[in-house]
Structures are given as C-alpha cells and as structure tokens.
C-alpha cells in the first residue's frame, strides 16, 4: 500500500493508522476540515518520509464524486481509501433536536456512503485498491445511549457489506473497521477509562494488519467481536434491563 | 478528573485541556487565569499538578527530520517511545534518555533530564539547537544558546514556569542498531561498587542497582550494568509482551521483609562477578516499562521517589550515610539507582553537577515525612540537592539554599511574565 487516500486525516485514530503505513515511497492525500491540525498531521508524515498532499474540506459539505476524482487523478493509482471521520453527538441533544440528529446522521452516515459509492467506480475501474471505513461496535445494535450515532454507523457498515458483496472475486477490497473505546479527543468527555479502553496507537496496529490482509469485517481489538457477539446475542428482554 | 504524577501522591481534581494544534494551544492558555504545563505525567510528584492542566498529548507530531544529519525537530508532545518507532530504523537515537520512553520531549527539556551516560555526554538540554516557547510577554518566541539566551536557561529545567515548550530541535546520536552489549559487574558492597564506577569512567552507559536493605559489610552491595550500543543481528528485537499491573495491590506487598527478600534474590541472580549479553535497547533503558502501570505495586496511597545528588567529594560518606540511615529505619523499597554525573550546565536550575545521585523509592507511610526530613539534612549538609522531577515535599527553603541561582530564575520567569500565568502544586510549595 504506497498510494493512500484518508478522509478525515485529523481523526487520531487516522494519524496514528497513516504512520504506521510510512514505508519509503508512500503517498498520502490527506483530506480534513480544520486546517491547522491538518497542515500538523501532514508536517509529521513528511518529516517520517511521506510525500504528502492536503485538502482542506468539510466532507459533509463537499462534493464527493468530485473530491474522489481529485484525489485519483492526484495519486494515479489509489491503493487504499480510508473514511475516518466522525462525531460522537450528544445523544440527548439528539433526542431534543431533530437538526442535531439529521446532522449526526448526515456527518456519520450519508456523506460516508457518498464517497464510499464514489470511490467504488473509480477502484472497479481501476480494478483493485481497499476501500476501508471506521464505523464502529456501536454499529451492532442500537442502544438506548448512543442510538443515532449507532444507527449513521449501522448504515455505512451495512453499504459496505454491499460493496463487499458486489466486488467479491474482483480484486478490490472492502474493509469495515469497528473500534472498541478508543482514548481519543471524541471520547475526552469519558472519565475513568477502565480495562475495556485502547489507545489510537494500539488500535491503529490490528487496524493496519486488517488492511494489508483483509476484506470484511473487523473488530479493533479483536477481542471485541466476542463482546459484540454476545450483546447482539442478547434477547431483548434481558437487553433492555442492562445499563447500557 | 483525577490526575496526579507517577507516584500517585498527591491526587487532585484538575481540569485537563487538550489542545490539538499550537494555535488551540495558545487560545486555551489565553483563557485561563492559572494552569501549568504538562506532559506524559512521569515526574513523581506534584511538579504537573494544578487546578489547570494544559496537556501536551495530541501535539506529538515529528515536525522536520533529516535522516543524513540526525536533526530532528518535534512538537513537545511527542514520546521518547515515538522518537525511538520512528528514528531508530534510521539508524539514529536519542542524545540522552530517561529510564521510561512515557516521557515527553517537552517534559524531558523542563526538568533538563539526564541518562545513564550523563558522565559523559550531560543532560538533555545540553544537545538541543533550540526551543520554541509561549510565552506570556512575547508570544511564541524562539531561544536557543545563542537566542535570547536567558530565556534558554530558565526554561530548560524550569518545570514549565516561564511558558509552553511547544517544540525542539535536537541532534541525535548515530547508533548501529537497536541493541545493546551490556556488561554487569557485582559489587558485595558500596566502596567496590564506586571503585567499578570509577574504573570503568569511559562506559559509554552506565547506572547500578544497589540493595538498600543490606547492613554491615553488605552495605551498599549491587550491580553495576555497562552499555555501548552494538550492531546485533539485523533483524530487529521483538516487543516483548508487556504485563500489566491491573489493580492497586495492597501495601505489604512493598513492605520491608518482601522488599528485603526482592532485593537479595535481584543481587545474587546475578551468579558470577562480571557477566556480558546482548540485550534490545528499550530493555536496557526503560526496564520498568516492561510492566505497565508499575506503580500500582505501591497500592492506592502511592509512594515517594526520592533522588539526590552530592558533589563528588562528598559523595561516597554522603551516600553511605543515607544508606545507613535507611537499613537503621527499615526504609526504602525497591531497588535503588545509583549513578555518577558529569558535570553540571548553565541551566538555572537544572539538577545534575558532578557527583553520584541515589534515587529510592518510599511508600507513604505516617512516619515518613519525618524520616525523609532526617535525609534532607544530610543532602544538604554534604552540599547536595534533590531532584525537582521526583519531589512532592521539599520546603522553599532547602530549596532555596540549595538552589542558588533561583532568584536569577524567578527574575527571568517574570521578565516574561511566566509567574502571572504558570503555576504548580510544586511552584507554590517551593516559594516560586
Ligand atoms: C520510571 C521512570 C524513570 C525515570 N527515569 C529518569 C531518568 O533516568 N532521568 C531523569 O532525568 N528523569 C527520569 N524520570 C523522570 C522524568 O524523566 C521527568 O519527570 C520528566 O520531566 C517527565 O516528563 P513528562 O513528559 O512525563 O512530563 P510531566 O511529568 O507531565 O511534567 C514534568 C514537568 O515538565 C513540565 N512540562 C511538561 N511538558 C511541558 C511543556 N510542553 N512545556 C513546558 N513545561 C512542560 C511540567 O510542567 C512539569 O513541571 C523517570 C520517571 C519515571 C516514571
Ligand atoms: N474513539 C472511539 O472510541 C471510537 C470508537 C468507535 C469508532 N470510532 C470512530 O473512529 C473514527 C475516528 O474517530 P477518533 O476516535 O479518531 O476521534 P477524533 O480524533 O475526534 O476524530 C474525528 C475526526 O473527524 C473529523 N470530522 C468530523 N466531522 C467532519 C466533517 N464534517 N468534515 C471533516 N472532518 C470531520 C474531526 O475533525 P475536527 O477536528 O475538524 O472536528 C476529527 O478530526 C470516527 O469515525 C469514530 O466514529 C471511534
């Protein structure tokens, strides 16, 4: 993987995914809305040995299909695309505001799905590539605490299944992958991170060696798709009555 | 939330602000009436400890780095742990290293750290070509040994009181790989440990572990471990997997006959006198990482680090004394480091000058500032000082006898209006 694409390359998960992906001759075209932070991520590629070009955009105010088309024609070939924005909304802020909710919605799921189906035409045509999302564990079932976050997630993850379902035997790669807790500045609020929490750095890791090998779902630390299992697993009347 | 330094003593309730670029940064400082800098929270005590805390963590990005001349220049955030992922491939490492790679660079400037090889190559600050600090007076401002030179001295070991390091630039040292010959000598006790100390000047690193609970004719027994970086077989060491201590364990654990059992068992492991290996170097310089969140060992009332220096002369009766003074009282746990500066910097108040520094590890207990009180006394009387990295206790007037130059620091800190806006537990307590 030399030519990589991120979206949202402020995302801390996404730094520390981009300089675990330096190799001599690696490419990125990193895409994120606050400038600043960007130019700092980018400083920090180039001085590890990255050749590095940036953008500045709102990804739910850009044009998808003409963002994607810039960065192919930017990188040539594009051999992973990675959307790693995101927001953690307030969910009762949600509850008491339906802009608030579209909004969410909007940041964490359409736009996503926008450049996602972008991105397909130009790895179909160009024949192979990964395309890979961060979604999320909350992706899995939808919970009274973070439901709409959940639900934005859920339907990135189930556009993605699609697509992997569509490319099968084609050469390009479609990788969903779905963190745990991560300590990152979405989830600063949270205090007393117990066991259950990894840092961007330990994520980005498993999330790295998903990409090198990988086509489908992937939970980060691994140890999650057993949690998942069990939560989706779980009836409804037990469910509900989980402090969740 | 609840912050607190490694020795988890003291613990506050601190609003922590994490800045994402250097402009947020600035703003974020602007705003507050109070705060003091912080980094990786590896100083003990309560030298980043405040109402407000600005942290440096999500400014750790490599910001220029130019692999055929090893000058790096990175935000302060930034971890010896990310210097060394990042440079070592390139066949280059730090100048000067703590005993944990949690450090920040930002952190490692403001208490001017030193390594196992400052008898040779100094502190930290000694190899840096210059700083960029935010400053209350004038802003973000470059200082350097040449550039505004004052500014240099007064931050570099200033324990963030005259403004936020945001970035450095350092030369690294060229190495041959990521490993380590390290030779280890047995010493039965503290006069032969200090002879191999002087016998062996030249090691490029060196640092010893003594027993601090042996007596008599044991007193001060230990090892001394020598390093050099060697070339190794080319592929790179594994990362070990790394243990963690999940809970608080209760405090006997640490008390005197466990601890007194640890310390035999750790010196007599070593069979033979003098023993040679090849060894990853992150093993060698930062054992304790090894296991992480170590300081859990301790329990939930958390513990004390203790670390002095005397000057050369009167180091080997100050040491003995201290180390007499402890086996008398039953005090002191872990193992105990003991090393030999090189001679001292400009810096206003950096810590190290030429002469051995001893570092023990206390449990709290209700006898021990009293105790601890008693060990003061001996510093100074033999002319020492204690680290401000480690301390959570000293008085502003130990300090201020013992820190000559501290009012030529707080003329400088205010002339950059430092003392309007940086503040510390530890800032207080010490008169600053
Ligand atoms: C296991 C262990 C081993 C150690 N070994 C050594 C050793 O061998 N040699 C040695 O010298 N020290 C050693 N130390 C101490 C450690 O190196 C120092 O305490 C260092 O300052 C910690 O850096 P930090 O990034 O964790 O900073 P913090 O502990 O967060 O802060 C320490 C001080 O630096 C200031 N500071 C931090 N960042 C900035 C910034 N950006 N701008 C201005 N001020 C700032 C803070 O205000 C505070 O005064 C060790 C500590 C541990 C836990
Ligand atoms: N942290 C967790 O526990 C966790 C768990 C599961 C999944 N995830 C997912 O992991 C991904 C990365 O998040 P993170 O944890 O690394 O948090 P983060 O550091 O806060 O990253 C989120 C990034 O998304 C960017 N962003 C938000 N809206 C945007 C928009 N409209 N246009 C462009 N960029 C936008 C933010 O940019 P600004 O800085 O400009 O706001 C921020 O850099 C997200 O998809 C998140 O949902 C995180």
């Known amino acids: 993987m030399h030519n990589v694409a991120i979206f949202g390359a402020t995302s801390a998960i996404a730094e520390a995914v981009a300089r675990r992906l330096i190799k001599p001759e690696a490419r990125f075209y990193l895409v994120g809305r606050d400038d600043e932070r960007l130019a700092l991520v980018a400083a920090d590629l180039a001085a590890r040995g990255a050749q590095v070009q940036t953008q500045v955009a709102d990804l739910v105010e850009v044009d998808a299909e003409g963002l994607v088309a810039e960065v192919f024609a930017a990188l040539g070939v594009v051999d992973l695309i990675l959307i790693a924005y995101g927001l953690l909304p307030d969910q009762e802020a949600c509850e008491k505001s339906l802009p608030t909710t579209l909004e969410a919605i909007a940041v964490n799921g359409t736009s996503q799905v926008a450049l996602a189906m972008a991105a ?48 099968h035997g084609r050469g390009v790669r479609v990788v969903d992958i779905r963190p745990g807790f991560v300590d990152t500045p979405m989830t600063a609020r949270f205090e007393n991170k117990g066991l259950l929490w990894s840092s961007p750095d330990r994520v980005a890791g498993n999330i790295v060696r998903a990409l090198e090998k990988g086509s489908g779902v992937y939970y980060v630390p691994g140890y999650w798709r057993a949690i998942m299992a069990v939560i989706r697993a779980l009836p409804e009347g037990i469910f509900h009555r989980l402090p969740l | 939330m609840e ?92 100048p000067v290293t703590p005993g944990t790679a949690a450090v920040t660079v930002g952190g490692a400037v ?53 403004g936020v390091i945001l970035a450095a630039t350092f030369r690294l040292r060229a190495v041959p790989g990521p490993w380590i010959e390290v030779e280890s000598h047995r010493a039965p006790c503290l006069e032969a440990l200090l002879e191999r100390f002087a016998a062996h000047a030249q090691a490029p690193y060196s640092v010893a572990w003594i027993d601090c609970l042996a007596r008599g004719r044991r007193r001060g027994r230990g090892i001394l471990e020598l390093g050099r970086h060697a070339p190794g077989p080319a592929a790179a060491p594994r990362e070990p997997w790394r243990p963690a201590v999940p809970a608080d364990l209760p405090g006997w654990l640490l008390a005197r006959p466990a601890m007194a059992a640890f310390n035999a068992l750790y010196y007599h492991r070593q069979r033979r006198a003098v023993t040679r290996a090849l060894r990853p170097c992150r093993a060698f310089f930062y054992p304790l990482d090894g296991i992480r969140h170590w300081n859990r060992l301790y329990g939930r009332q958390g513990f004390l680090q203790y670390q002095f220096v005397l000057p ?82 000293l008085s502003a007037e130990v300090f201020r006898t013992t820190y000559p130059r501290w009012e030529e620091f707080a003329a400088i800190r205010e002339r950059y209006g430092g003392h309007r806006r940086y503040h510390s537990l530890q800032s207080h307590r010490l008169g600053l």
């Not at chain 2, 009436?33 to 805390?53: M, N």
């Not at chain 2, 955030?77 to 060394?84: E, I, M």
């Not at chain 2, 210059?130 to 470059?142: A, I, K, N, Q």
């Not at chain 2, 500032?369 to 959570?392: N, S, T, W």
């Open chain 1, 120 to 167: 397909a035409a130009h790895l179909e045509r160009q024949g192979g590539g990964t395309l890979a999302a961060i979604t999320s564990v909350a992706a899995d079932r939808g919970r009274r605490s973070n439901y709409v976050y959940g639900a934005a997630k859920a339907l990135v993850a189930t556009f993605l299944a699609g697509l992997r379902h569509r490319f």
């Open chain 2, 3 to 94: 912050i607190s330094g490694w020795g988890r003593h003291p613990r506050i309730d601190a609003r922590v602000l994490r800045p994402r670029t250097f402009g947020q940064l600035a703003a974020t400082v602007a705003g507050e009436v109070s705060l003091i800098p912080r980094g990786g929270g590896r100083s003990y005590g309560d030298s980043a400890l405040a109402p407000t805390v600005v942290e440096t963590r999500h400014l750790d990005q490599l910001l220029a780095f130019d692999p055929a001349t090893g000058v790096v220049r990175c935000a302060a955030g930034t971890t010896f742990a990310q210097l060394l992922d990042a440079l070592l491939p390139h066949g280059w490492f730090p």
């Open chain 2, 312 to 393: 050369a002369e009167a180091a080997p009766a100050g040491v003995a004394a201290v180390l007499d003074r402890c086996a008398a009282a039953g005090k002191g746990s872990t193992l105990a480091v003991l090393k030999a500066l090189g001679p001292g910097n400009d810096n206003l108040l950096s810590f190290p000058r030429e002469g051995l520094t001893l570092a023990l590890d206390f449990r709290l207990e209700r006898d021990l500032p009293a105790f601890l009180q008693e060990l003061d006394r001996l510093v100074v009387d033999h002319g020492g000082r204690h680290y401000l990295a480690k301390d959570a206790r």
């Open chain 2, 110 to 162: 403001a208490a001017d750290v030193h390594g196992k090889n400052h008898h040779r190559d100094g502190s930290f600050c000694d190899h840096l070509l210059s700083l960029e600090v935010l400053t209350e007076s004038d802003g973000v401002v470059r200082c350097s040994p040449t550039e505004r030179p004052e500014l240099f001295r007064a931050t570099c070991g200033g324990m963030g009181l005259t």
